[in-house]
């Protein structure tokens, strides 16, 4: 601890957005960077706690007291080494990480946390910056070859495992580009794409190989697959959408998120003007989480004439409620940057309605859409008579989750199995039903997050590699039971 007094002198501090008026207007990454001086109090801040709990926190199991430490002593050349020592990717996660470490940091009891996610992006933003983030290629080759559908971050954190530990890895992605969510779903003013293209330049100079615009199942056969690789590892998410079968669900502008967000994130990249476009539109999104604030900035920086967000639940607490008591991950109120950019807008977020239908114009187009006050989930949404209203819509997202993976040409070719919830069963080793064929990340997990992904494909690899060598020195980080606290 290097300094004890760092958690009274200092407050938790984290960079400023800016301005919205201005950020808007671009694609750009919302926030200012963070002066140096700032980081060391807030890396300061940290008590080294006998029982780190943030250790558990993180699903990766992060060494945190230890590189706030480092930081806090300027270290930051051996702080990127114990950041990598367990997490492939922190470029994303220092971004994109809700933070359940920082739930369950002990200053966090009686105080605000520490500001681990910010200390976490630095290190890798800096380690990056000085060149310190080398390929590190296998010393020797094993001769086994591994099959890798899927992209994202947990087919990303498998790969570079196993191919760190001498296998011949084939990264296989049905889109044009590489990266999962990460590229297509999540929009840049959150992680700007640069960072997804220069992790790869070091995965390709490691060796590992990948092969975008192929649909594993249909481009490359499961039979083919199974001949040519000694394993192959699932990743391909949870990509199967919810959907909202109401009256008027059909109309032209009713688009699901991951309709709507992948051209939109595309055009960006591009400097281009999406095909599905906000412009002057009155947007209503239908679904209170991250992917619908993905929508609200996105359709923001279109120039959407109004945005209004829709949520079944109410209104979460500003602070932990008495049932999800420290170190749990509580559900609160958030103000992401795209809540702020909502409400500098004059937009609103609606909590505790339901969608009844749409309204469209003579086209088939929608123009309106109903819906109703609900009471809580205690009372099963039960409509509130007399609340039922129409608010104008001319582009709508469902961004209400998803069931699970699609059940593609792919999965029934090969013959896994499901568990109950409709993910891939896998044992504690991340095999599927199918030998030598195994999952990491959301396909088997559902729904989830990138941390969790990361940590999923490094757990898988260290399985895949002792599956084909008999033993292996790759880290486990987590059961595929493992769940967050709640
Ligand atoms: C809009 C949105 C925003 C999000 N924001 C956040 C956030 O801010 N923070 C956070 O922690 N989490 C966020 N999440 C969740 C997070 O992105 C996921 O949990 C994570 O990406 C899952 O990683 P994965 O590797 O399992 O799968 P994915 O990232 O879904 O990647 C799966 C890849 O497999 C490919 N694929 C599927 N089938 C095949 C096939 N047969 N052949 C070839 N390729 C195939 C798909 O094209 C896709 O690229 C968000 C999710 C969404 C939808
Ligand atoms: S990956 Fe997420 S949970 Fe782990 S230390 Fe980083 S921000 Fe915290």
Redesign the pocket.
């Known amino acids: 601890m290097a300094d004890p007094k760092g958690f009274l002198t200092h407050d938790r501090e984290l960079p400023v957005r800016r301005p919205v008026d201005v950020r808007i207007q671009d694609w750009k990454e919302v926030y200012h960077d963070f002066p140096a001086a700032k980081l060391n109090q807030q890396a300061a801040r940290c008590m080294d706690c006998g029982i780190p709990f943030c250790h558990n926190g993180c699903p990766l199991g992060n060494l945190i007291p230890e590189w706030n430490d480092l930081v806090y002593r300027e270290d930051f050349q051996e702080a990127i080494e114990r950041l990598h020592a367990t997490n492939n990717f922190p470029e994303f996660t220092g971004r994109?990480?809700?933070a359940p470490c920082e739930a369950a940091c002990v200053l966090g009891i009686n105080s605000d946390p520490v500001a681990i996610k910010r200390v976490e992006v630095e290190i890798i933003d800096r380690a990056f910056a000085e060149g310190w983030v080398r390929p590190e290629p296998p010393a020797v080759k094993t001769g086994r070859r591994v099959a890798v559908?899927?992209?994202?971050?947990?087919?990303l954190a498998a790969a570079q495992q196993l191919t760190r530990a001498g296998h011949d890895v084939v990264v296989?992605?049905?889109?044009d580009a590489i990266?999962?969510?990460?590229r297509y779903?999540?929009p840049e003013f959150?992680m700007e794409k640069r960072h997804i293209d220069r992790r790869l330049e070091q995965m390709r100079a490691e060796g590992t190989e990948f092969r975008t615009s192929?649909?594993?199942?249909v481009d490359i056969t499961a039979a083919r697959l199974r001949a040519e690789f000694d394993a192959v590892v699932l990743?391909?998410?949870?990509?199967q959408w919810r959907d909202l079968p109401v009256e008027g669900r059909e109309l032209r502008g009713v688009y699901q998120?991951?309709e709507y967000?992948p051209p939109a994130n595309r055009a960006a990249s591009a400097g281009a003007d999406s095909e599905i476009n906000a412009r002057g539109k009155h947007v209503v999104v239908i679904g209170g989480g991250?992917?619908g604030a993905?929508c609200i900035g996105t359709a923001i920086r279109q120039g959407a004439a109004s945005v209004t967000q829709l949520e079944i639940m109410p209104r979460p607490p500003a602070s932990r409620a008495g049932s999800q008591p420290w170190p749990t991950f509580p559900t609160l109120f958030k103000m992401e940057s795209a809540h702020e950019e909502l409400a500098d807008g004059g937009g609103d977020r609606v909590y505790a309605v339901s969608t009844l239908g749409f309204a469209g114009d003579a086209e088939g187009n929608v123009r309106a859409l109903r819906l109703v006050e609900v009471e809580g989930p205690q009372n099963g949404f039960k409509p509130i008579p007399g609340t039922e209203r129409e608010i104008p819509a001319d582009l709508v997202t469902l961004s209400m989750g998803f069931t699970g993976p699609?059940k593609?040409v792919?999965l029934q070719e090969l013959g896994v199995a499901y568990d109950k919830r409709g993910n891939m069963a896998r044992d504690a080793s991340y095999m599927t039903s199918v030998e030598g064929v195994f999952s990491?990340?959301?396909?088997g997990r559902g729904?989830?997050?990138?941390?969790?992904?990361i940590a999923e494909g490094r757990a898988a690899a260290s399985r895949v590699d002792a599956f084909l060598t008999g033993e292996t020195a790759l880290p486990y980080p987590i059961l595929p039971t493992a769940r967050s606290l709640v």
Not at 440 to 443: C, T, V
């Open positions: 994109l990480c809700p559908v899927g992209s994202g971050p947990a087919g296989f992605e049905r889109a990266g999962g969510l990460l779903g999540i959150k192929v649909n594993a199942g990743a391909g998410g949870a990509t998120a991951m967000l991250d992917t993905d699609e593609s792919l990491a990340g959301d396909i729904q989830s997050l990138i941390v969790w992904a």
